[in-house]
Each structure stands twice: as structure tokens, then as C-alpha cells.
């Protein structure tokens, strides 16, 4: 059964780890997902963008698709099913279909506006058991048609968002989507100091893992950050993997044209990803 994020991010706060969410993109990247955290006793959060949210078939049809596995395949850890960088009109559609968490992505907004929309989004989430994070600042680069300068967020403007009574709060400290440039300037501490500092014991989220030095996710996870979302990282592995199978010619062995061949090395590819993203922000064994 699906669960809200909030418990599992506060335990994760509190024992000083951080729960990784992992964007889904099909049934594949689902599955391969669920299986390494029941097989490493760890509890995920689930990610859909409202672009995956669109091309997987609704949102409808991956609370369905989330819901049959979690029976088939009898996963057991807590699992967080969360609409990732969401806008007003999609927080509504994802708790309407069934989604345990959403993200209101009120960045782009003034601040005033971001409060407003945050505080209605965060009653009507609470009154339905689903668990909110909001987000100030903002990530840098693109994805999914999300795009983001990377301003530092002000830690007093966090403040006001988390006083809203959100579960978890995004916060803008140099990080962005996609893959690192050469010249990054790396993660402000100070900004997440700041942050947490006014916030208390508020869960923290780590946006764009991708390419982060594991000294740094250390260090940020010390430092409040109890959610870090990886989507790019599966991306290049199953796209790396997937691509030397069919370079190499294996896809010409016996039935080619069989997509469950063709896939599986991908799907194998994303799981080592989660085990490896698992043990590094220590969420093994948590569930």
C-alpha cells in the first residue's frame, strides 16, 4: 500500500540518512525500482513528472500500474508514490487519482504568491493524508520542460514556506538537473545552514543527485537533507546499457525483436544505479 512521505522522511532526518526518490519513466524503471528497495530494505519515494505523467498514460494509470506491483510482487517497504516539480492544477490531479505525495513547485512565483498557493495546496493534501513538499529557489537547468536559473534560496523566504506546515521543503543551494557542468561551483553549505537553522527538524530535499560528489551528499545530508531525487543518473545508465547491447549485436541473437530482451539490460542497469545510490545516502536496512 502506498504511504505518504512524511514518517519515512522524518525518521530518515532524525537518523541522520536520506530516502532517494527515484523518477519512474514505465513499467520497467517501476519495477526495477520497487525490487531494489524491497531487496535492500529500504524505503523510496516514487517520481513523476507531470511530462512522465502524460506519456506513461495518465496519472490514473500509474497509480494503477504502482498499485499492482506493490501486490504482485510483495513489496513491503514503504513506498511514496509523489508528483515531482508539480503545478497547482496537476497537485490537484495526482491527490484526485491516488498519489500518496505531491510536490508544488511554487518557485517561479513571488514569494507572496508562493505562500498563498502553498498553504491552500498544504490543507487540502493534510485533509487527504497526502504529504507535500514546496520548494524556494530554484534548481538550476531543465527538465522536463521545468527550467530553473539556480538562484541560492533566502533562508527566511524557506521559513515562511515551511511555517505553512509543509512535510519536506526544496530548497534552491547551487544544485541542478541534468548532468554537473566542468566549472560547477558546488554545493552552498552556507545556504543550507542558513536554511535549516530557521526550519528545525523540517525534512530538506536534495534536487538534482545526479553527479553530486558522494563527500558532498554526505555533507548535505548532515546538514538537514532527508530526501535526494536522482532521475538523470538512471537515464544515462539505462541508455549506456541498452545502447552496447544492441552495438554489440546481441539483439540479433535469437528473437531480437523480443522488447524484453532488449530492455533487460537496462533494467538491470537501473537497479545497480538505486543499490549504489541506496548505500550511498545510507537508507539500507531502513525500511
Keep these: 500500500m502506498l504511504v505518504s512521505a512524511t514518517e519515512m522522511l522524518k525518521k530518515a532526518k532524525a537518523g541522520h540518512y536520506a530516502v532517494g526518490q527515484f523518477n519512474i519513466n514505465n513499467l520497467e524503471w517501476t519495477k526495477a525500482i520497487l525490487l531494489t528497495a524491497q531487496e535492500n530494505h529500504s524505503p523510496v519515494i516514487l517520481g513523476v513528472s507531470e511530462g512522465a ?4 498514460g495518465g496519472y490514473k494509470a500509474i497509480v494503477g500500474m504502482v498499485n499492482g506491483m506493490l501486490e504482485e510482487l510483495k513489496i513491503t517497504v514503504p513506498v511514496a508514490l509523489h508528483l515531482d516539480h508539480g ?7 495526482c491527490m484526485d487519482a491516488g498519489f500518496s505525495s505531491v510536490m508544488f513547485d511554487g518557485s517561479h512565483y513571488p514569494i507572496e504568491e508562493n505562500v498563498a498557493k502553498t498553504k491552500e495546496l498544504v490543507g487540502e493534501a493534510h485533509k ?21 536559473m539556480g538562484e ?3 533562508p527566511k523566504e524557506c521559513k515562511a514556506i515551511a511555517d505553512l506546515g509543509v512535510d519536506f521543503l ?11 557542468p566542468e566549472n560547477w561551483q558546488g554545493l552552498s553549505f552556507e545556504t543550507l545552514d542558513g536554511i535549516q537553522q530557521l526550519t528545525g527538524e523540517l525534512p530538506l530535499v536534495l534536487h538534482g543527485g545526479t ?7 554526505k555533507k548535505a545530508i548532515t546538514l538537514g537533507v532527508a530526501k535526494i531525487n536522482v532521475n538523470t543518473e538512471c537515464q544515462l545508465a539505462f541508455a ?9 549485436g546481441k539483439d540479433q541473437q535469437g528473437k531480437g525483436y523480443d522488447p524484453r530482451k532488449l530492455l533487460a539490460p537496462g533494467f538491470e542497469a537501473i537497479k545497480a544505479t ?6 550511498l545516502f545510507g537508507s539500507v536496512d531502513k525500511a
Aim: glycine residues 16%.
Design 53 to 56: 505523467g502524460k506519456y506513461m
Design 87 to 93: 503545478s497547482y492544477e496537476h497537485c490537484y490531479k
Design 128 to 148: 487527504r493524508g497526502v504529504s507535500i513538499e514546496a520548494e524556494v529557489g530554484s534548481i538550476g537547468g531543465e527538465e522536463d520542460g521545468v527550467i530553473g
Design 152 to 154: 541560492c534560496a533566502d
Design 170 to 180: 526544496a530548497a534552491g543551494i547551487g544544485n541542478i538537473h541534468g548532468k554537473y
Design 211 to 217: 553527479g553530486i560528489p558522494a563527500d558532498m551528499i
Design 240 to 248: 549506456e546499457a541498452t545502447r552496447k547491447y544492441v552495438e554489440e
Design 274 to 279: 538505486v543499490k549504489e545510490k541506496m548505500e
